[in-house]
């Protein structure tokens, strides 16, 4: 009988982890896929925005940036967004414990009961 406990419990930490793995390899894939469709857009941007003056100018900048975080989802994936913010939250408690308050406090406000 409680073999049987033994069995069964190290079976479910096999499954659980093994649905972990499956979701942080579907969230790795999601993230390198939108990393290319947001690479996609930028290009689309900038063949489409006029090429000079101060519209040019700014469209190349926007264009610029956006291409910058398609190249970053693409390197990093999911798991060096996580290690950054990871990062930026150890740096940053109290701005981010603000942060995370007037969120919350913003979401209930657009709440309508």
């Known amino acids: 009988m409680e073999r049987e406990k033994m069995g069964l419990k190290e079976t479910d930490g096999s499954t ?8 942080f390899e579907s969230a790795e894939n999601m993230t390198r896929k939108a ?4 690479g996609s857009a930028a290009e ?3 063949q489409a925005m006029p090429g000079g003056g101060k ?3 700014a469209a190349e900048t926007i264009s610029r940036g ?3 975080t398609a190249d970053y989802l693409q390197r990093e ?5 996580v290690e950054d913010l990871e990062t930026l939250i150890r740096r940053y408690p109290l701005q981010t414990l603000l942060l995370g308050v007037g969120c919350g ?7 309508t009961d």
Request: hydrophobic share 40%; no cysteine; proline share 0%.
């Open 105 to 111: 406090y913003l979401v209930s406000r657009l709440r």
């Open 44 to 46: 689309s941007l900038r």
């Open 77 to 81: 994936g999911m798991g060096g967004i």
């Open 55 to 57: 519209m040019g100018d």
């Open 16 to 23: 659980i982890r093994g649905a972990a793995t499956d979701t």
């Open 66 to 68: 956006v291409q910058q």
């Open 35 to 38: 990393g290319d469709a947001i």
